[in-house]
């Protein structure tokens, strides 16, 4: 599916790519940061997701025939476009790992390349990033409100941003997603499909009952019945259970009903008590309509007997934010450390190589604040606030945990790519690590994220270095 | 770039469809019809796009090894899986031109084909033109906001939905924008692009003169250069302007200038005087930071000197909706009518083979309302409200033209792939036809739709049959 070669990039790559190039600078080292400033959906935290695929295409990434004709034909300098017949991406990165939680301000991912290579990759990296981080931090809300032993599935690919529901299927399961419509998905990145029928199923029907049954004969052991086409509790629910029963008699088992529009708590509370009357007990109940993270908490507050919920299009566009405001900022050229002023101090970057580390409490929990310090220390004593210059922590003697590790040397993959279930279960695992103070839908606790007192002072003495400047 | 396989679909097709095989089913006639319910953005209309891409999709789609294999595992029916083997869509496709502005409840497109070509071709269907009439929708209303002087770049990549990006960028033609910063997209569509220079690459130099000079040398021909790095007025236009003066004397131009951050309508008048009093009256400036249409009437309106503008985030999530709710709803099977009934009446489907009339105005403008009729009828006398029983509207006499024309047969398509400078054309000289009250932001006007006395008739007739059935 995805093909992503060297255009797959905005033009001002290419533009100072170029400059580069023509000036002798192109091999020149660099570093960016990625970074976002501002968590999703008014939370407490985000999932970080997309590293795997990053590193899948940044391994392969090269421009193609078609990619150098076009950009000869956009008049772009003929040698340039030619010494990119050699691209590829040979640089070193450093990440969190996948599946982890993540703060604004820290960085997530380091690069580490010639300018033109980390200038080429830019586009590319915020484009799979922002979006799966986006995913992966709805679908952790989502299973949040479900509980642990709800099933939640992936229905988006319908509504999903055209080729971009690939993605979203993943990133819902590095999210604690479960499943997925999308067989596409399901055939690459290995992810459990799971799929029932539609309306239009009954209405190719004659009758609701003729239906269910042609459908539960093509499909035995993995029936599940649409019951709201005609009425729920009158039709479709009745039906259901002749047909159960009748699939009881072969030694069969009918797995499942699906609401799919009314009163979801309602109808799901009565469709149990009349499955269960008629000795259904081992049949579930799934539901799907609109959902949302809000949706799923208060059909769990009414006890509404769900087993299994289908989300759609809140999960697969990142509803309500649309996107994550991730950014990749240079942070070194050739050892020297750069930044970008702004009128705002909390827009001023962070300049030099860095660590992240993570604070943890006595019994390896997360006790609130990740520390950004510079590459080569090994723990923070103090952090400071990154825009407050009167506020800072104290963090002598608190256990901290370094995030960054590098994942990719010289353009290779480091280790083997780490599988989905894997990234699934580290996600759960560093979830369940973070008080529920932070993960509430109101209000959330606030996440400390502060620079060592190195690192800040260096950071000052280049923004007063800046701005002593006349005219930089 | 699309490589869209027969998996790219719902499980649940499948499952479908193999019910129908095993029910020797499969190749009865279906027609379903893709049309939405809600028009996005709180406007007055929505422009229609993805046509080519899907018909593109279409002639192609093929179930490949991998796919085949994928299905094996899952356990469905190995003769069904191996009837997959020489799957191609075969059918018939209506639908509007591809940048005609569309309406709620009218069929935009109608696919006649088996039962099982039908129902596993319902999600790409989707999944294309859901997303791309929202962005072509949103990149239409900053075309309104900007007028049609202004130039629109399409920046979205980098927020944008992960691969979803790539027809966002097509969409964002389709609805009126010019080019895009997306190399790929360009490549591949033949879209321009367009692209200047990033923060990064002035913090890269030790000074920002350097820095412009560095970009000027490689791109006499297309300098812009980015301005906000320090201080706008007081570094970033003093140092283009200069610049701008030494590439005059070796007979070059500034090509123009950027703002990314800060009042964009204080900072274009300023650095527009500045720059027309250094004589660079020719240098244009560009604008980005979280633009909208909303933002780029509030420039427009104050008279900010802006000549383009650079869209993202809100253009390549289409945001704040995000998604588009169109659906695809079967009509008819084997010529017999199909409904799906609701208890909202305005949710039961409309059956039957259809035509959609658009009513115009003396001139050949829209005079604000689209019949639903049966296929066989020419024109439509009055029109029915589609839930409301009480309200009708004469339209005798009232010049009609028919919307939706056949542009595939046997999967096939009909006639050459529209060019997208002339889907754009086409969408402007439609829009052009849309009287105003229908396009402001606030309120717009309410564009009706209705059925045909003939079909409204027959709608009830099924309706009323369904309801008088005991148990359907």
């Known amino acids: 599916m995805i093909d992503i070669t060297g ?8 533009a100072m790519a170029q400059a580069y190039f023509l000036s002798g600078r192109g091999r020149e080292s660099a570093r960016f940061d990625y970074f976002f400033r501002k968590l999703p959906f008014g939370g407490g935290y985000a999932v970080f997701a997309g590293l795997e695929d990053l590193l899948t295409v940044l391994e392969r990434l090269r ?14 300098d003929p040698a340039f476009v030619e010494s990119l017949r050699g691209f590829a991406f040979r640089g070193r990165v450093l990440a969190v790992r996948e599946g982890d939680l993540v703060f604004p301000t820290c960085p997530v991912v380091t690069v580490e390349a010639s300018l033109i290579e980390a200038q080429i990759v830019e586009t590319l990296l915020l484009n799979i990033l922002n979006f799966q981080t986006l995913v992966a931090t709805k679908a952790s809300r989502m299973r949040l409100a479900a509980g642990n032993e709800a099933t939640l599935v992936d229905f988006g690919l319908r509504r999903a941003p055209g080729l971009g529901g690939y993605a979203a299927s993943r990133a819902a399961i590095v999210g604690g997603f479960d499943a997925t419509s999308n067989v596409r998905a399901g055939r690459d990145y290995g ?13 190719a029907h004659d009758q609701e009952l003729a239906a269910f049954r042609a459908f539960a004969a093509a499909h035995p052991t993995n029936c599940v019945l649409l019951v709201d086409t005609y009425d729920t509790l009158h039709s479709g629910v009745p039906n259901a259970i002749r047909v159960g029963q009748e699939m009881r008699q072969r030694g069969q088992r009918l797995r499942g009903i699906r609401l799919d529009s009314g009163d979801l708590a309602y109808l799901s509370k009565q469709a149990r008590n009349m ?4 000795g259904l007990t081992e049949t579930k109940i799934a539901a799907s309509n609109q959902l949302d993270e809000y949706v799923i908490r208060s059909l769990r507050e009414q006890g509404a007997p769900i087993d299994l919920f289908g989300v759609g299009t809140s999960l697969a566009t990142g509803q ?19 930044l970008k002023l702004s009128e705002s101090t909390d827009k001023i970057t962070v300049p030099c190589a860095k660590q992240v580390f993570r604070v ?8 609130g604040a990740d520390a950004i310090a510079m590459a080569d220390e090994t723990d923070v004593e103090r952090m400071h606030h990154p825009s407050d210059p009167h506020q800072s922590l104290v963090l002598v003697g608190r256990p901290q945990e370094p995030l960054l590790h590098p994942v990719m040397a010289q353009g290779r993959r480091r280790h083997e790519p780490a599988s989905l279930t894997e990234i699934k279960r580290y996600s759960q695992e560093r979830l369940a690590r973070l008080p529920a103070e932070y993960k509430r ?9 502060g620079l060592s007192t190195r690192l ?3 950071r000052n003495r280049l923004i007063a270095a800046h701005r002593s400047e006349p005219s930089s």
Chains 1, 2 share one sequence.
């Open 7 to 14: 255009t797959y990039t905005d033009q001002y790559q290419l």
């Open 63 to 76: 421009f193609d025939e078609a990619d150098l004709g076009f950009l000869r034909e956009q008049g772009m």
């Open 191 to 203: 992810i459990p499909v799971s799929g029932t029928m539609a309306h239009s199923f009954i209405q």
């Open 275 to 278: 499955l269960d009357a008629a």
């Open 320 to 338: 309500p934010d649309g996107a994550l405001d991730g950014v990749y900022k240079l942070a070194e050229v050739e050892g020297r450390p750069c």
């Open 360 to 367: 943890l409490d006595e019994t390896g929990g997360f006790w």
């Open 441 to 449: 839908f109101e209000y959330p606790h606030l996440y400390k994220v």
């Open 456 to 458: 800040d002072q260096e």
